[in-house]
Structure formats: structure tokens, C-alpha cells
């Protein structure tokens, strides 16, 4: 069901995608049959380039600004990954050389691997919550 469900939404998104495509080089004929008249069939294809140029130049700017983290609120602390994140910048030889420790000790003994792996997707148990009469 699910995965009916996410086809059906990734045939969808390719159709809108199709479309725009569609919409918008028809808009560059038409832009262009416009002005070959007045500066040429050289002139009205540097146009159409240009036109396709700020096209081009419009979505990057929004989709910089719609890819950038939040900002944080006052009391909001960091998560695990930003703080790895942060480690990472700020001593990255540290880092590299942890990884390759990791790596080789996986290799190793995987089962140091399985079991790491075993609780970041199993999880703690919550406790028992008794009842008070």
C-alpha cells in the first residue's frame, strides 16, 4: 500500500515536472518568434539565452534559500549529529583517524559492529511506569 502510494506520488511529481518543462520551452518560442522580427534570428537567441539565464539564476537563488537550516531557537540545544558535525570541522585529522580505527576494528570483529548497530535500531526499553492508588 505504501509503496503504490510513493509510485503514485513519483509518477505525479515527474508529470509536473514534465509539464513545466513544457510550459517553459513554449515560452521560449514564443519569446523568441517575438523578437526575431526586431533584432534577428542571432539576436532573439541571445534573448531566449538570456531569458533561460535569469530563469535559471531565479529558482537557484530560492532553492539556496529554502536549503538552509532554521535558525536556532534561544533554548534549543544541539543534536548528536550537529555536534559530530561540529567535531568533524573542527578537527577533522581526529576524525579521520577515529574512523579508520572504527574500520579496522569492524573488520576485525564484526560482531563489535553488529551489536552497535543492533542498539542504535533497537533502542533502550522505557521503564515500567507503576500505578499509585
Do not use: H
Request: glycine letters at 10%; proline letters at 7%; charged letters at 20%.
Amino acid at each position: 500500500m505504501i509503496f503504490r502510494r510513493l509510485l503514485f506520488l513519483l509518477a505525479g511529481a515527474v508529470a509536473l515536472a514534465v509539464s513545466a518543462g513544457i510550459v517553459v520551452f513554449a515560452l521560449m518560442f514564443a519569446l523568441y518568434a517575438l523578437a526575431q522580427p526586431y533584432v534577428g534570428r542571432p539576436g532573439a537567441a541571445a534573448i531566449v539565452a538570456l531569458a533561460a539565464a535569469i530563469l535559471i539564476g531565479i529558482i537557484g537563488f530560492v532553492l539556496i534559500r529554502q536549503g538552509r537550516p532554521p535558525p536556532k531557537k534561544p533554548g534549543e540545544g544541539d543534536t548528536i549529529v550537529d555536534r559530530l558535525f561540529d567535531f568533524v570541522k573542527a578537527k577533522p585529522v581526529t576524525a579521520i583517524a577515529g574512523a579508520i580505527a572504527a574500520g579496522i576494528l569492524a573488520v576485525r570483529n564484526p560482531g563489535y559492529l553488529g551489536s552497535l548497530a543492533r542498539a542504535f535500531v533497537e533502542g533502550r526499553e522505557r521503564p515500567a511506569r507503576t500505578r499509585r492508588r
